[in-house]
Every structure is written in C-alpha cells, then in structure tokens.
C-alpha cells in the first residue's frame, strides 16, 4: 500500500455521505472513493446474511481499487460485517461503532447513554457491548428510529414531522436523564438541528466525525497519511436518486464532486 492509495467508504444509501464529508474535512489530501447502495436500500431491515453479503460485494470492489483502507460508514454494515470483513481482507477496515461507543464514554453525563439506529443496529445490540466493554458502570438506553431514514431520504431534514419523530422516538430516554446521545445511522447527523431544537442540552455523538478522526489516526501510526494538494473524491451510487444529489451540493458544491452510477451484485459491473 502507498500514501497515494484511496481510502474506501461504502453506505446503504445517503446517509454516509456525512461520513464522506468528515473524512474529507478531517484529511483533505486523501483520494475517497465512495459507494452508497441506494439501489438496495435499506439494510437495516435486511437479514443479517443479506448484509453481509451486500457488504462483501462492496468490499470486493474496494480492494479491486486498491484502496488503503476501508471505512464502513453504514452502521447496519459496521454491526453484522465489520469483524467479519477485518478477518477476510488484507486492508484495514474500520467501523462506525467503536469510534462512536469511545465518544460517547468521553462525553456521558449522569452515568447513562442513549443509542438511537435502525432496528438491525438496534436489535444486534453492538454499541451498548462496545460501550459496556469500555465502562461497564453505564447504562445504556437504546431505540430504533427507523421513520429518522425515511425523513431523511425524503429531505425533511428541518422539519416539524421531524421534530415530533425526535420527541416520540427520544422523549423517554430524556425522561431516563439520557443527556448522551449516539446517532447510531449515518443519516441521522443531518437532523440534528431537529433533535436540538427539541433537546436543546442533549450532547450528540456523530459516529461519522469520530471515525474520521480515528481513521486519520491509524494512517499516521501506519506511515500512510497522505499530504500535499486536496485529493479526489469519487463519488458512486446503485441508484442515483434526488436526496443523494442534494446532499452532494449540500456537502461538496454544485460544482465539485459528479455522482455515477455503480451497479455492484456479486462482483462488479
């Protein structure tokens, strides 16, 4: 592996586009190539063999482009696929999990944590271990909020639909003293004016920014930072929807960064 190598990003849809743009703040003469399946989103309400597979396909691109290192920016991929695809590749592989779980022990009030994901990330109960393994005198508060994807995709993103979803889906953990919260899906950073706007002395941990940090960190002690002119991104999706496009703009200019079509099934095409 060289400096010059790309560091790989795939998601199931949108959302870790926020995890492109962390990583690209964060090490802006890296070359990213990143891959949102927004054709076969979501996968948070897939079978734990389905992701794994999708996101061995993913990988097997990735490697294909002699990337330096992937970074899984799907939390659903991250908690069935991570340990996994770390066994099976040659290249680093990091998750959004741990970086998230370590942020949230650094930042906890009241002795409590709140965890909010899709019902996979949720039901594969990954951050409350990885938090318990840290510090195992916390409590750890966890629900699914799904319908938090869908008002992304749609673009609802400072919304009173919004604000409600985040009283419902938040309200009782906040009751619980819950003043930590982990943004368990890599869509549910770009709503959190919404969630503040409701719980205004609530401390949100973006797993995306916290893994970019400790990406950067691991190339250094590797000797493979990269450094010099900004990098490239490449931008690919399954699908090229309109939330997709808009989030493009929103985070690297109309006139920055192209999205093409990718369509990866068991190889790639």
């Given at each position: 592996m060289e400096k010059s190598d790309p560091i790989g990003i795939f998601d199931s849809g949108v959302g870790g586009l926020t995890v492109c743009k962390s990583l690209r703040d964060v090490m802006p003469s890296e070359h990213l190539i990143y891959f949102g399946d927004t054709a076969r989103f979501p996968y948070g309400t897939r079978s734990r063999e389905t992701i794994l597979r999708y996101s061995r396909e993913i990988a097997a691109y990735l490697v294909s482009r002699n990337v330096k290192m992937i970074v899984i920016a799907c939390n659903t991929s991250s908690a069935v696929a991570l340990e996994i695809l770390r066994d099976e590749?040659?290249?680093?592989?990091?998750?959004?999990?741990?970086?998230?779980?370590?942020?949230?022990?650094?930042?906890?009030?009241?002795?409590?944590?709140?965890?909010?994901?899709?019902?996979?990330?949720?039901?594969?109960?990954?951050?409350?271990?990885?938090?318990?393994e840290i510090n195992p005198n916390l409590k750890v508060f966890q629900q699914h909020a799904t319908i938090f994807v869908s008002l992304t995709e749609e673009g609802w993103i400072?919304?009173?639909?919004?604000?409600?979803?985040?009283?419902k889906y938040i309200g009782k953990m906040y009751s619980e003293n819950v003043r930590t919260l982990i943004l368990g899906c890599t869509h549910f950073p770009l709503l959190k004016k919404a969630i503040l706007d409701v719980f205004p002395d609530m401390v949100l941990v973006d797993s995306g920014y916290e893994i970019a940090l400790e990406a950067k960190q691991m190339l250094k002690e590797k000797n493979l930072e990269n450094s010099g002119a900004a990098g490239r991104i490449e931008l690919y999706a399954s699908d090229i929807t309109d939330t997709l496009q808009m989030l493009k703009n929103m985070f690297f200019g109309e006139n920055g960064a192209s999205i093409a079509k990718l369509t990866i099934s068991g190889g790639t095409s």
């Open positions: 590749l040659d290249v680093p592989v990091v998750g959004v999990i741990g970086a998230g779980a370590r942020a949230a022990c650094r930042t906890q009030h009241n002795g409590c944590v709140g965890v909010i994901g899709t019902r996979a990330t949720v039901n594969s109960r990954s951050y409350e271990k990885a938090i318990l400072d919304d009173e639909i919004t604000r409600l979803a985040a009283k």
